[in-house]
Each structure stands twice: as C-alpha cells, then as structure tokens.
C-alpha cells in the first residue's frame, strides 16, 4: 500500500530534549516535505527536500533541522524542543519537484507537546 | 507573497443542507488550487484541483469548486451534505518555486445528523 509513515503519532516531551519524528514514504516521491498544523493558521511549511541531499527552509524552519540520505526516508529533528513548538506535525511526499502539480500525500501527523 | 484565506472558520449545518465554503487567493499569475480534506484523527486527504480548463471542477464525495479568476477565489460546494462529511477543509496554491502548498487557515466543518 502506498503510504507517508510517521513515528510518533503522539509525543509529550520536556523543553530542551532532543527528539526526532521520523518519516518514511515508499513510492519513490522525489519531494518530500514537512507542515506543522496550529489552530487558526492552517499549515505551514517548516522544510523541505527535492531529492536526496537536498533540502531547504520553507517559513518556519527556526528550531528545526532535516536530513535526507536516503530517498525514502526525511526525519525532522528538534535539537532543543520549546513550548512553541507544541503542534500538530505532518510530513509529505509528492513525485517531481514538489506539490505544485501534483496530489500531496500526507502522513497520519505527529502530536508533539513539549512541556 | 502568496496568501490563501478561507472565510468560514466553524461551520454547522444538518444532514441535507447546501455548503460553501469561501476561498480566495492573492496571487496574480497562474495558480494551480486545491482543495483537501481532514476527516477527525486521519491526515489530509486531496478533494479536488484546478489547473487549467473547465473552472467548475468536480471531485470526490460529490464536491465541487468553482475558479473565478476575476474575484480570485475557489470555493467549494457540495448541494446536499451528510453527517459522514464532519472534517476540516482546506483550501490551497501551489506555488511553483518551491513546490510547497499555501494553505488557508481551514474551516471546520459540522453536520448534525
């Protein structure tokens, strides 16, 4: 089954703890992406990758970083974890050089808390 | 910059009643829309697109959504909704130099059976 596997799908972590979501698509999508979803702002893009070795800042990339070795996989890392990141985190794939043109297809979302 | 705004926050309507959502966009050249949806606990999921073409484009579910160039604006229909589509709905643009989606702020959706 085609399918963006995120883990967690939930996590409460204190402020400052290094922690990683993982995100794993296996239908070969060049692009891949990652949204954080907060009430009333819909969601924004935090970073993304059009292929491997290749990623970049999307609008809101401060406190987080990425890493794409591999095509498959894309994890977001947290080095130090603030309330502010508490939100709903949804990672993406899409074949080509982005969603622009094409179905985005989301993974089941990371409910993060730090506290 | 691009920028997506959708009207309606909450909305409650019962079984059989007509829904619009409003959509509307600032971007002046061409846009490639969307619409997708949240169904409680599941990711999001494409209802429809417009890319070029016939600008009442249908989708799954008995969706519908109408480009209106002049107004800058997408809005979703459906003429008779059921308690199965309680979601959130978002309206998108793609945008080409980053290949990211611009969403609207999303509109939650209630039908009461």
């Known amino acids: 089954e085609a399918q963006v596997t995120q883990n967690p799908r939930y996590l409460i972590t204190v402020t400052g703890k290094k922690l990683t979501v993982t995100c794993s698509q296996n239908?070969?999508?060049?692009?891949m992406s990652w949204y954080r979803q907060d009430p009333g702002l819909g969601l924004r893009q935090i970073y993304y990758?059009?292929?491997?070795?290749?990623?970049d800042k999307g609008d809101v990339p401060e406190g987080y970083k990425v890493s794409r070795k591999e095509k498959r996989n894309f994890p977001l890392i947290l080095e130090s974890p603030s309330p502010n990141q508490t939100s709903l985190y949804f990672c993406a794939s899409s074949p080509g050089t982005g969603f622009m043109n094409t179905e985005a297809f989301f993974g089941q979302g990371t409910r993060l808390t730090v506290v | 910059a691009q920028s997506v705004s959708q009207h309606n926050h909450h909305v409650i309507l019962s079984e059989a009643a007509s829904l619009e959502l409003g959509c509307n966009y600032s971007?002046?050249?061409?846009?490639?829309l969307f619409w997708y949806v949240q169904y409680p606990g599941q990711h999001l999921q494409l209802l429809l697109k417009y890319f070029s073409g016939d600008p009442l484009v249908k989708g799954i579910k008995g969706f519908e959504a109408e480009f209106i160039k002049s107004k800058f604006s997408f809005n979703l229909r459906k003429p008779s909704v059921q308690w199965s589509d309680t979601a959130e709905y978002f309206c998108a643009v793609g945008s080409g130099n980053t290949g990211k989606l611009i969403f609207g702020q999303g509109t939650t959706l209630q039908v009461k059976p």
């Open positions: 239908m070969n999508h060049e692009y």
């Open positions: 971007y002046g050249g061409t846009v490639n």
């Open positions: 990758s059009m292929n491997v070795e290749v990623t």
